[in-house]
């Protein structure tokens, strides 16, 4: 077995390592001082950087950096058909993302690893008064890697200002899941659609920096010009939830991963559709619902069926509070 990709420690408190380099327009309008803690300052970033290996037959924790509020427990290991398997829950101590929070987490799962990052709950976003938050999450995925990056939904709150961007860099031979769930608010307090601005980006390639996947979210409700917000036709269409699952993988044609997608949701009462990915490279899959109960069944079900088609076996269940 080939060894891991040496990797250099860099200076993770530095502001360039958990800035993104570039905000979109509607954020960066909002950039100001905060009246509390500005960026950069104790408490307001957030770092994760783990590194997974094949030691003794199973995937283990081989490098772990964190500095809270973001942190693990350690490893688990609770699936006895891929006793191999690595399932890490990531957690936030501060209990949500406020004003001027910079979280960045780093993945970076080595050859022949199995991996499943997800989140112990959903991730809250409160309401902002000045600035923005941003998160900026890296995945790289060697060859023969099998890895999802699965978090829980995304919760926006009145006046929420977030941005997100995700890049993956995927291997020939690795097989890539990364799923998100955004929320339009608390919606048992009426929330809906009442947040500032979300923006999201994610990009997956190859380590030669072949393009396979760009996917571009921006969500201003009530903006100038924008007379029905992020409500209408071709966005949320009236709903609270949208979800997003996208694999990357070359273990099954990618007709037939598209296939098992749109059965795995064909009568779960969301609306959904389903594509393969550019250079054959996978498929992906995005649903609207308007009960969590039934867009987590959705997500859950994608996530199962690809599971299941790609390893062999069935997704364990996992137990959250």
């Known amino acids: 077995m080939p060894p891991a ?4 420690a860099p200076d993770r408190l530095a502001p360039a ?5 570039r905000v979109p327009p509607d954020v960066a309008a909002l950039a100001s001082v905060p009246d509390t803690l500005a960026p950069g300052s104790p408490a307001k970033v957030g770092i994760l950087d783990l590194a997974f290996a094949v030691r003794g037959g199973r995937t283990e924790l081989v490098e772990r950096y964190q500095k809270t509020p973001l942190q693990i427990m350690r490893p ?3 699936d006895p058909a891929m006793p191999a398997m690595s399932y890490v829950y990531l957690m936030a101590t501060g209990g949500g993302i406020a004003q001027a929070d910079r979280y960045r987490m780093d993945f970076h799962c080595g050859p022949d690893t199995e991996v499943h990052l997800t989140t112990q709950a959903a991730t809250k976003v409160f309401r902002m008064e000045h600035d923005y938050a941003t998160q900026r999450v890296h995945i790289a995925a060697e060859a023969g890697a099998y890895a999802e990056y699965l978090p829980d939904p995304l919760i926006l709150f009145r006046d929420a200002r977030f941005h997100q961007r995700t890049e993956a860099v995927v291997a020939q031979g690795a097989t ?21 601005v979300l923006t999201t980006d994610l990009r997956i390639a190859r380590p030669d920096g072949t393009l396979l996947v760009i996917d571009t979210m921006r969500l201003v ?13 071709g966005v949320f269409a009236g709903h609270d939830h949208v979800g997003s699952l996208f694999v990357v993988t070359d273990r099954v044609p990618p007709d037939e991963l598209a296939d098992t997608l749109h059965e795995a949701l064909a009568g779960l009462g969301v609306l959904y559709g389903v594509s393969v990915l550019p250079h054959d490279c996978g498929a992906w899959v995005r649903f609207l619902a308007d009960d969590p109960v039934r867009v987590a069944a959705a997500q859950d079900a994608a996530r199962c069926s690809a599971h299941l088609l790609l390893t062999g076996h069935q997704a364990p269940g996992l137990r959250k509070p």
């Open 176 to 196: 890539l899941l990364v799923g998100d769930t955004v929320t339009s608010g608390r919606l048992a307090r009426g929330e809906h659609h009442d947040y500032r």
């Open 5 to 8: 990709l040496p990797r250099t």
């Open 221 to 233: 409700p009530g903006a100038p010009g924008r007379p029905r917000g992020v409500l209408g036709p």
């Open 17 to 21: 390592y958990y800035t993104v380099p």
């Open 76 to 78: 688990l290991w609770i």
